[in-house]
């Protein structure tokens, strides 16, 4: 089936299979892998547990479908965002907002990817392995491949890209949490979230593009 955002497939819309899914993501989002219960799933996809079983088989299979989908859609969009001619301003630019667009639109996936850091990402290691047998989302390219061909394409070192790479999509993740600890820790408040994430965007960009030129820059000065 086409890869869909956690929070796009809601109970009533779309196919069992897709409706599965999203009721799945909201619940291990909500209750963890171990406290995510299958009935809960199937009731707030509007089907029953024997159809849930045929689409998924177990729990363990239905959260690498709802963790794969969501890595495949992203890592399609950052794919199609850098391949594009253009600008490396514009590519970064796309990158940042397909990030942001990804979080906006499926809330539950950074408590997901947080939950699995705290559980040691056993799973998600093996879900990531089950992923490098299918055809890579990058326009052919598995990740590895694709951070080299920036690298290439930038002048840049793979570490150099990796760091970049490691920057952006933190800033973007961070974008979501960071309100609470503004909130506790300097009393900002932040009273309008959606200018909020507008403004992270353009400072993100901003961010984004110093460094590439800073490094690109300073790979240039050293081979004079």
């Not at 171990?34 to 729990?59: C, E, P, W």
Request: with cysteine; net charge neutral.
């Amino acid at each position: 089936m086409t890869a869909r955002s956690l929070s796009e497939a809601t109970a009533g819309q779309g196919s069992a299979e897709e409706r599965i899914l999203a009721a799945a993501a909201e619940e291990f989002a909500s209750n963890g892998f171990f406290g995510a219960r299958t009935q809960a799933i199937a009731d707030s996809a509007g089907v029953n547990k024997a159809m849930l079983h045929y689409y998924f088989r177990t729990k363990e299979n239905l959260y690498g479908q709802v963790i794969g989908a969501a890595f495949q859609k992203i890592l399609a969009r950052v794919g199609q965002a850098w391949m594009e001619p253009g600008p490396i301003e514009i590519r970064v630019q796309k990158i940042v907002d397909s990030y942001m667009d990804h979080y906006e639109r499926n809330p539950g996936f950074l408590r997901i990817i947080l939950r699995e850091v705290v559980d040691g990402g056993e799973r998600f290691r093996r879900i990531f392995r089950e992923m490098e047998q299918v055809e890579p989302a990058l326009f052919g390219l598995r990740p590895l491949e694709f951070i080299d061909r920036v690298a290439e394409e930038l002048e840049l070192t793979r570490t150099e890209v990796v760091h970049f790479v490691v920057n952006l999509v933190g800033m973007c993740a961070f974008s979501f949490i960071s309100p609470l600890l503004l909130e506790t820790m300097i009393r900002f408040d932040v009273q309008d979230f959606e200018t909020y994430l507008r403004d992270r965007r353009t400072a993100i960009k901003a961010v984004a593009l110093s460094y590439v030129r800073a490094v690109m820059k300073g790979t240039k000065r050293s081979e004079l």
